[in-house]
């Protein structure tokens, strides 16, 4: 079984740009950890600045008959792409969008979520500890 962890921009800079909101522990190693904790489960892994990239990964998972869900953190991707969006809302696998920051407690624009309205829910506000809840009701169903 396999679990796929899409972030979006600027994700990549996760434990070097506002330690202050994201903390100051690298995504890689946080996915790493992630990976001891559900032995069994194969977590599959994108990161990528360029939403088209997003798209097609999304398209190619859809193809594939072992993946039980997607944890999808769209970035700014959240608040501006209908694409996304579309993306999530037509391909076959549950969908989790998932946020390190509480967008609701952050500035007026980031309340909209475009992609959140094609997931089958939202985590947000709890850091990387929000994928962890994510893989854990993606596993729990």
């Known amino acids: 079984m396999k679990i796929a962890i899409v972030n979006g921009p600027n994700l990549n800079l996760v434990g070097k740009r ?3 909101v994201y903390g100051t522990e690298s995504f890689e190693s946080f996915i790493a950890n992630l990976d001891q904790q559900f032995n069994g489960i194969e977590l599959v892994y994108l990161q990528s600045n360029v939403e088209g ?3 097609n990964f999304l398209h190619a998972l859809n193809e594939q008959k ?3 869900g997607i944890l999808l953190n769209p970035g700014g991707y959240t608040h501006t792409s209908i694409a996304l969006a579309d993306a999530v809302a ?3 696998i549950p969908t989790i969008e998932i946020h390190m920051t509480n967008i609701f407690a952050r500035e007026d624009f980031r309340h909209v979520s475009y992609v ?6 939202s985590i947000s506000g709890f850091g990387m500890e929000s994928y ?3 893989v854990l009701k993606l596993l729990n169903k």
């Not at 959140?116 to 829910?121: F, L, Q």
């Open 90 to 92: 037509g391909i076959d």
């Open 132 to 134: 962890l809840l994510g």
């Open 53 to 55: 990239e997003l798209i």
């Open 66 to 68: 072992d993946v039980a």
């Open 116 to 121: 959140g309205r094609a997931a089958i829910g």
């Open 18 to 20: 506002e330690k202050d």
